[in-house]
């Protein structure tokens, strides 16, 4: 891991922000295939991979109805300690941390996570830096904690999962952003940079990237197979018949399958 170079505070004890390596650009058609997969379906195909801690607990949708699907990008915050940042005229120095270093990093399609450990004090972010993060052709912010200028913000229609919204300015309280590029623990789930990150109205999920083409494989075929028996509940079938299939219904899934195909 190697540092920026840049200190908030000449006499800092410590060089900030510090920086991990850069991750991987994301495989365009990986993401695309990925965009298609639930968050619940992915959830459950990492399961069955026994990769069990994939939901980031806490952060719901801003806005209903909305998706992603994208390469992660990390952002962590951590506690204030006076002699390194104590919060002070934070909201000016802020713009040498990594709060601002990891936005000038972001490529079209990419997904911020951030950890934020619930905090309800701390506005990761507020209008201006989203409506950066737009310009610059962020998906979407998955973050464990608040943002602020919450009516500006859903205006600006970028995917929003955050545990609420606050008034405070992201270091106006009790942390500091510190790193980015690094791994995190968002919601309770390891993220490393350049793991994919599917959301939507059930939640956020961290897809790990090598396991990624598996879960959407095999993701295909799930959905497909629900599609089959949600038509054939709804035309009165029963559901210990269906969900899950049996060997019978499930050959007639592979009928049904072959006149779609």
């Given at each position: 891991m190697e540092d920026s170079g840049r200190s908030a505070?000449?006499?800092?004890?410590?060089?900030?922000?510090?920086?991990?390596?850069?991750?991987?650009?994301?495989?365009?058609?990986?993401?695309?295939?990925?965009?298609?997969v639930s968050a619940a379906t992915a959830c459950a195909k990492l399961h069955a991979q026994g990769i069990r801690r994939t939901f980031v607990a806490g952060p719901r949708p801003l806005e209903p109805g909305q998706k992603v699907a994208g390469r992660a990008l990390t952002l962590q915050f951590m506690p204030q300690r006076e002699d390194i940042a104590s919060g002070l005229g934070?909201?000016?120095?802020?713009?040498?941390?990594a709060l601002w270093a990891v936005l000038e990093t972001v490529q079209p399609g990419?997904?911020?996570?951030?950890?934020?450990?619930?905090?309800?004090?701390?506005?990761?972010?507020?209008?201006?830096?989203?409506?950066?993060?737009?310009q610059k052709g962020g998906a979407g912010i998955v973050v464990d904690g608040c943002i602020r200028d919450a009516p500006r913000v859903r205006k600006l229609g970028v995917p929003i999962w955050s545990t609420g919204v606050t008034p405070h300015y992201a270091s106006q309280a009790e942390l500091f952003p510190w790193a980015y590029d690094v791994p995190i623990a968002c919601g309770?789930?390891?993220?490393?940079?350049?793991?994919?990150?599917?959301?939507?109205?059930?939640?956020?999920?961290?897809?790990?990237?090598?396991?990624?083409?598996?879960?959407?494989?095999?993701?295909?075929?799930?959905?497909?197979?629900?599609?089959?028996?949600r038509s054939r509940i709804e035309e009165g079938g029963a559901l210990v018949d269906y969900y899950p299939?049996?060997?019978?219904?499930?050959?007639?899934?592979e009928r049904w399958r072959a006149d779609r195909h």
């Open positions: 505070d000449e006499d800092s004890v410590w060089d900030l922000p510090v920086r991990g390596d850069a991750p991987e650009p994301a495989d365009p058609d990986l993401v695309r295939r990925l965009s298609a934070q909201e000016y120095i802020e713009r040498h941390t990419d997904v911020l996570v951030v950890q934020a450990y619930g905090s309800a004090y701390t506005g990761c972010f507020g209008d201006m830096l989203v409506r950066y993060f737009k309770g789930v390891l993220t490393l940079p350049g793991d994919l990150v599917v959301a939507d109205d059930d939640g956020a999920v961290i897809v790990p990237r090598r396991r990624a083409r598996e879960v959407i494989e095999s993701a295909g075929e799930h959905e497909e197979w629900e599609t089959f028996s299939l049996t060997q019978e219904t499930r050959a007639e899934y």
